[in-house]
Structures are given as structure tokens and as C-alpha cells.
């Protein structure tokens, strides 16, 4: 029988036959091994214990201590459980596709009735029913004329068309727990036992169309959460509730920010609130890149499609457009036009307006780009996924020996801004060559090894993606931590040497020959819609002073106060501090109350004390106490606060 070399992770090789399996790689090193086993990795790829392994390879074996692989597998275990235990109860319902998610995983059905709360209840209880006994889990191969007609002879039509979907060339695996089969590429765990049973739950049903597609058959989908232990589950669930706390929704219905409405759906309608919160923000972004060197510019919102095909955006992104055809006076047929989904083609053509020269770059446009692009009503999501926004845009048309320095300051720039709006932590990815790109192998190593470079100069941590890259160029995305660790991708930088090309932009070199710039594109915040949905559940509602839309309420505890509040109201809002009266008849623990749930940042209190004493007593959201204060001292302290950071330091 023929050998094969397999090599460790310790470097150690060792001889085996041909056609061996992870599981008995592992039992030859220890039965201990062997027992905690759940999978493999063989050459880079994620290996099902009970996969043969043909040729020489690296190999290394999968326990529950591995997060990545074993929360992958349990996850994964945990769909096809959860589908079994459905079927066993409704036998005749109809089982789709499940893959796993961020935080679990989720199943698809087609069943008539619809499935209720107390449905889930009794799913829960069946899985724990499965799990318990222990079930090996186990696979086979097989041709798809037998997979085809077992399929048929069980009435499963959607397996039969995910059948015809597996690529001719690929494995059709059937894999069973028990007499409960799935098709699966795999892998799995050893068996049932390896599930933990206390560390999932349902988290409920909504509806989903067979491949996202509308006219095919609507379908319900049950989601559920798995992690490795219990206690995980519940830092999990913790977390979730905190979330709903925080989620922007509602907070942005207490704090009366902005609404959305079915006349115009994924647009935002601003309410006062929420767009001083737009503007101060936006304020705040124009000069922090007008100080990096940014000239802001505006192009249009509506631009031939002409443009669009030049560009390629027209062949990728042509069904995210809303489309506008305009009757010309005189033309034979509608001119089309689209409402632009993205700031890139347009920022071309402001550079290509008059000779550039090396001494001209680089250059660096930004725009407060407002962009439109169609988004599927089910994926739409309060602020975070809109169809009309504005972006934090900017290009930077450079050399290609200036990419490392412009990458350099715009992470500074980027870790700057991430700090004084309160995200203390952040990660970046940088995504190398795809498989389908353009550009020479030259002009690739040059622009990886520049923001690799720019990176380790920034002193900063990431991790490599690769073949993640844009067909373009590399690019680096920066993912966000909030307060309760959740991660958001706001960020991006990315090298472009395809778009100058195809959108003819260029410039004289040294040498006096017209040469391509590099296009660096590069957002900030990204959107500002889903920055600011961030930003608020980042800070529950409580923003930072001088981001908050109502800064301060000077509240009266009785009428004889009424003139003096209206004194501190005008000294306040003198000082550039956003400052209103609350002086209705009402006792002060009602106001404290309401204006605590519309997360006002300080209240100051009026009574007769005060107004003789000529001092305020304030109080500060999610505090108790309160201080009592001379007037000037409140004003100088509110006005510090109420200054955005950027001009407190210039200050």
C-alpha cells in the first residue's frame, strides 16, 4: 500500500497509508487525543475527521479548545439538530438549507402553519432530547443518481435542487445522526455528544424566500444561538439584552431624533434633534480633513450612464441603482440616468479638469457624498442599512511612491477621529490580491508592501485576509469595538490603479511623460446613517456634550424661578452652549425624569434658593446628586465640555 508523509504542527512528520483519516492520525498519536478530537486541518483546509487524506499533507488535529474550528462545528451540529428535531415532531415539513452565522446558526422550512413561540419551546426540548443520546455521526459519498432518487423518493424538492447546484467535479455528501440524514459538504463532529446541550437557544422565526429570490416559495426561518459552554451563552444573551437597551431605534424615538416612513422607504427623515447631532458631526469631520489637507468638493447626484459603463459600475452595480430616464427635448429616445451609489467616478472627473502635474500631487478631494443604492426591503434596518446616505468620501490621487506616507496620516487621521468620538479600540484587515484582478505582479507587491508598511509605521496590529483584495487593488478595512464589544466596519482604504486608467486620468512626471496616478479611495465614518446608529448605541443614547443634540434644560422647581431660568438660559446659549427652559407647571422629579429618558446631559435645577443665592443646582444624566454652583462656574465648565474636541486641543 502506498505511504504518505504527513508533517505537524511541531514540524515532526510521520509515514501513514494512504487514504488514512484525521481520527486515526489521532488515535496513533494518543487514544486521549483521539477522544477529544472534532476535526482537522489538513494543507489549510477545514478536514471531517473521517476524511480520507490521499497525499502528503500538513495536518494538524481539532479539539474544543480550538475556538474557530470547534465553534464552527458546534454550530453547524446545532442547525442539523435543530432540523431533525423539527422534522421528528412535524414529519411532514420540508427541509431547506442551514448554514451557521455570526452567532449560531439558522434553518429554513416549508410548512404551512406558521411556527409559534411555543413551537420553539417544544424544538428546544426535542434537541435536547437528540443531543443527549450521543449519536455517532457519520458520512458517505455518493453519486448524484442515488443521491437524486432518494431525494425524490422522500418528496424533498428543495434538496433536489441544491443537488443540482453542487458543481459536477465536487464530493455529494450525505452525512446522518441517528436514521436523520442532510446533504452537507461537511465536516462535523465525532458525534452528538461532543454538542453541549445547555449552550443554545432559539431566538425565533421570521420569513425568508427560497434563495432571497421573491418569486419563489416564502419560507420560515428559525434562528438559534450556540457557543461552547453555558457561560459563554450567557454572556451572549447578556450582551443582547444590553444591546436592546441600546438599540438606536428606540432610542432615537426617546430622544426624537429622525423617522422612517413606507412613502420613502431606507431614506431618513431628521427631525431638529437628530440633525443637530448630523451637523455637529459633519462640522466636526469638514475640519479635521480640511486640517489634514482635504479641498471639499460636490459633484452631482444624477450622472448619465455613459459614465457609469466607463467606470464598470454600471456591470457590477447596475440592479443597487435607481434609475432616472429623462425625455430630451429632441432626442429619439429617454436618456438614462442614475442616481450615483457611489462618489468615485465623479471625484475623476473634478481631477481630470485641467493638467496635473507631479508637483500637483498628491491630491486629496473629499465630499459629503450623498449616494442612493436599492437595498431589499427585508435587509433594510433603522439607520444601520439605509438606500439613501451620505458618505465621509474622499480620494487621494498620488504616486505610487507616496501611497506608504498617505496611508500612513490617514490612519492617524482615522485613530484620531475613532478617539475623540469614543471608540478607544480598533482593528484593521488588510485584503491582498484576488484571484480576478488587474494590474502587473509589480504594481501588487508594491501596493501590498506600501500599506503593509504604512501599518507597522502607524504601530498598529492587523491580520491578513487573503485574496480578499478589491480586483483593483489591496485595501485595508477598519472594524470598530463598542462598549459591549460588539465589532462595526466603518473604515476603509484602498488602492485603485484601475479606474484612473478607465476614466483616463493622469498627470507629467519628472521626466515630463503623462503618467497614472494612483486613486486612493478612503472613508472615515463610511456613512454617516450608520455612523451615528453606532455612535448612539456605542453611547446608550448618552452622547458626549458637544455631540448631544439638547445640551442642557434649565428646569424651574417653582414659578418665582421662571425669570431667572430664562436669565441662565440666555447666559448659557451666550456662551455657544445649546440650552433650553422647562418652565411648565410640573413638579421637578417629573422633568428630571423626562428629560433623563430623552438623554439630556445636564439639568439644572431653579428654586428659590438659587435665585437668591444667584446659583444653579446641576445634575448630570445617570447620576443621582446634584451640586450646587455659581452660575459663571457652570457657564465656564458647559463650555469646555460643549467644545469639540479638535478645537479644544487647537484651543
Given amino acids: 500500500m502506498a505511504q504518505i508523509s504527513l ?29 477529544k478530537a472534532i476535526s482537522a486541518d489538513v494543507n489549510g483546509n477545514h478536514w471531517d475527521l473521517s476524511w480520507p487524506i490521499q497525499h502528503d499533507s500538513k495536518i494538524a488535529i481539532h479539539s474544543t479548545k480550538d475556538e474557530a474550528p470547534s465553534i464552527e462545528l458546534i454550530r453547524h451540529a446545532f442547525a442539523h439538530v435543530m432540523a431533525r428535531a423539527v422534522q421528528e415532531i412535524w414529519p411532514d415539513v420540508k427541509v431547506t438549507i442551514g448554514p451557521v452565522t455570526e452567532h449560531g446558526w439558522f434553518y429554513d ?25 450521543s449519536e455517532p455521526i457519520r458520512n458517505e459519498i455518493w453519486d448524484r443518481a442515488q443521491a437524486r432518487a432518494y431525494y425524490q423518493e422522500r418528496n424533498e424538492p428543495f434538496k433536489i435542487e441544491l443537488l443540482d447546484r453542487i458543481p459536477e467535479d465536487a464530493p455529494i455528501r450525505m452525512y446522518w445522526h441517528g436514521d436523520w440524514q442532510d446533504l452537507c459538504r461537511g465536516p462535523h463532529l465525532q458525534h452528538l455528544g461532543q454538542l453541549p446541550a445547555d449552550a443554545f437557544r432559539l431566538m425565533g422565526v421570521s420569513g425568508a424566500y427560497w ?27 447578556t450582551m443582547l439584552e444590553e444591546a436592546a437597551k441600546r438599540d438606536h431605534r428606540k432610542l432615537g424615538r426617546e430622544m426624537d431624533l429622525y423617522h422612517l416612513q413606507e412613502e420613502a422607504p431606507g431614506m431618513v427623515f431628521w427631525h431638529p434633534n437628530g440633525w443637530t447631532v448630523y451637523r455637529a458631526l459633519e462640522d466636526y469631520m469638514r475640519r479635521r480633513q480640511n486640517a489634514a489637507g482635504y479641498r471639499e468638493i460636490r459633484t452631482p447626484q444624477v450622472v448619465d450612464r455613459v459614465l457609469w459603463e466607463k467606470s464598470g459600475h454600471w456591470e457590477a452595480y447596475r440592479e443597487n441603482m435607481f434609475i432616472v430616464e429623462v425625455d430630451e427635448e429632441g ?43 436599492y437595498e431589499s426591503s427585508g435587509s433594510m434596518h433603522g439607520l444601520m442599512r439605509v438606500r439613501g446616505f451620505v458618505q465621509d468620501d474622499a480620494h487621494i490621487f498620488c504616486t505610487e511612491d507616496q501611497l506608504e506616507a498617505e496611508c500612513a496620516d490617514f490612519i492617524e487621521l482615522l485613530a484620531s477621529v475613532y478617539e475623540d468620538l469614543g471608540f478607544e479600540k480598533f482593528d484593521i484587515k488588510l485584503s491582498t490580491r484576488p484571484e480576478t484582478r488587474v494590474g502587473s505582479d509589480e504594481i501588487w507587491d508594491k501596493a501590498e508592501s506600501a500599506l503593509e508598511a504604512a501599518i507597522k509605521k502607524a504601530g498598529a496590529d492587523y491580520t491578513v485576509d487573503p485574496g480578499e483584495g478589491a480586483f483593483y487593488g489591496p485595501k485595508l ?4 469595538t463598542d462598549a459591549i464589544g460588539r465589532e462595526w466596519q466603518c473604515g476603509t482604504f484602498q488602492a485603485d490603479f484601475n479606474l484612473p486608467d478607465r476614466l483616463d486620468a493622469e498627470f507629467v512626471n519628472e521626466k515630463g511623460d503623462k503618467a497614472r496616478p494612483v486613486m486612493l479611495h478612503r472613508a472615515i465614518l463610511g456613512s454617516f446613517e450608520r455612523f451615528l446608529g453606532i455612535l448612539i448605541e456605542n453611547h446608550a443614547g448618552r452622547l458626549p456634550l458637544w455631540l448631544a443634540p439638547r445640551q442642557v434644560v434649565v428646569a424651574s422647581i417653582v414659578s418665582d424661578a421662571d425669570d431667572y431660568v430664562n436669565e441662565v438660559v440666555a447666559t448659557l446659549k451666550k456662551a455657544g452652549i445649546r440650552a433650553e427652559a422647562d418652565t411648565r407647571n410640573e413638579k421637578i422629579n417629573y422633568k428630571v425624569r423626562e428629560h433623563s429618558v430623552g438623554k439630556v446631559p445636564v439639568i439644572l435645577a431653579i428654586g428659590g434658593r438659587e435665585v437668591e443665592e444667584r446659583t444653579v443646582s446641576l445634575r448630570r444624566l445617570g447620576e443621582n446628586r446634584s451640586e450646587v454652583l455659581g452660575l459663571d462656574a457652570v457657564v465656564e465648565t458647559l463650555k469646555e465640555e460643549a467644545t469639540p474636541p479638535d478645537l479644544r486641543r487647537a484651543g
Avoid: W
Fill in 109 to 133: 422550512f416549508d410548512r404551512s402553519e406558521p411556527f409559534t413561540p411555543e413551537d420553539l419551546g417544544a424544538i428546544e426540548k426535542k434537541m435536547k432530547e437528540i443531543i443527549a443520546k
Fill in 331 to 373: 432626442a429619439k429616445e429617454k436618456r438614462t440616468n442614475a442616481l450615483k451609489p457611489m462618489n468615485c467616478p465623479c471625484h475623476v472627473q473634478v481631477y481630470n479638469q485641467g493638467l496635473k502635474s507631479y508637483r500637483d500631487l498628491p491630491l486629496r478631494l473629499a465630499e459629503f457624498g450623498s449616494c442612493h443604492r
Fill in 7 to 35: 508533517t505537524f504542527p511541531d514540524g515532526n512528520s510521520r509515514e501513514y497509508p494512504a487514504g488514512v483519516t484525521a481520527a486515526e492520525v489521532a488515535q496513533s498519536i494518543s487514544p486521549s487525543l483521539a477522544k
Fill in 211 to 237: 434563495f432571497g429570490d421573491v418569486s419563489r416559495p416564502q419560507l420560515q426561518r428559525i434562528s438559534g444561538v450556540g457557543f461552547r459552554n453555558r457561560a459563554e451563552l450567557k454572556a451572549h444573551l
Fill in 477 to 480: 478595512d477598519f472594524k470598530l
